[in-house]
């Protein structure tokens, strides 16, 4: 089988989007380039010529691919095995580079501090950025997460914000003294002016109707390092990172172990005055 006939007849699955098929296409026949030149066909791909082409693009001819990039492409080209021949012709073989670990780049607390003075103000919007921006931060919040929050998730009596997280694993989050009282501002002098329908989300946009996720990257280009900040600045406090597990809302406490490299230093510590051979 002509590996260029099993690529159009992959891409024109009715599954698929029209992105997906442009990404996939881009992946993909370079493969088949490979292949050709290879006098190889479809059926001739085992472990072997599939660690060769890892191999090939690996070498970085001719440019230099990212390890998330040659793992996107095998991915690609298994998919498109399992496609044209099915799931027993798939080798079964680890070929994806080991990704780089990388550090979340958590801002420091003065440059928080500055950030979050610099959304100051009395106006409806002003109100609203502050306390949207402060709660995220607060209680380590995804972006979406943030925006996809009602008027019942916040109990000010409990003091505590139901978040409803990826995959529709809701939790529970404590709601901070600063945040609690951004957001009672908000509350009272902010949202009732912005309020025009029936709304019941609650962050709203100057036309009264619920934000999306774009309102707070223009506030905060990078919105996930408050995120990563929460967790950072918990893990710096003494917090177990099983209790940042539960509060980031991580399935796996191995996403959450990121951050025990953050702060060697306060490992350190604790391990020089907890353990007896230290």
Not at 83 to 104: K, M, N, T
Request: proline fraction near 6%.
């Amino acid at each position: 089988m002509q590996a260029h006939d099993a690529i159009e007849r992959f891409l024109a699955s009715p599954g698929l989007g029209e992105a997906t098929r442009r990404a996939y296409r881009f992946d993909l026949e370079p493969f088949a380039a490979w292949l050709e030149g290879r006098g190889a066909a479809l059926e001739d791909v085992d472990a072997r010529l599939l660690s060769d082409y890892a191999a090939e693009l690996g070498r970085g001819r001719p440019r230099r691919l990212a390890p998330a990039t040659i793992a996107r492409r095998l991915a690609a080209v298994r998919s498109l095995l399992r496609f044209a021949l099915g799931p027993e012709h798939v080798p079964d073989v680890a070929l994806s580079p080991r990704r780089p670990r990388r550090l979340p780049q958590a801002p420091k607390l003065d440059e928080l501090e500055r950030m979050l003075a610099s959304l100051d103000g009395d106006e409806p919007l002003q109100l609203r950025n502050r306390a949207l921006v402060e709660l995220v931060y607060s209680a380590g919040l995804r972006s979406h997460e943030a925006v996809g929050l009602d008027l019942g998730d916040v109990d000010f009596d409990r003091d505590t914000v139901h978040v409803h997280g990826k995959g529709g694993k809701d939790r529970v989050v404590p709601l901070g003294e600063e945040a609690a009282y951004r957001l009672g501002l908000y509350l009272r002098d902010g949202r009732p002016r912005l309020a025009g329908a029936a709304e019941n989300a609650l962050f709203l946009s100057a036309r009264g109707r619920r934000l999306d996720t774009s309102t707070l990257r223009r506030l905060v280009p990078h919105p996930h390092r408050l995120r990563h900040a929460f967790a950072t600045h918990l893990l710096e406090g003494g917090a177990d990172l099983r209790v940042i597990q539960e509060l980031l809302g991580h399935s796996s406490l191995s996403t959450t172990q990121v951050y025990s490299h953050v702060d060697g230093r306060r490992l350190r510590k604790v391990y020089d005055r907890a353990h007896p051979r230290s």
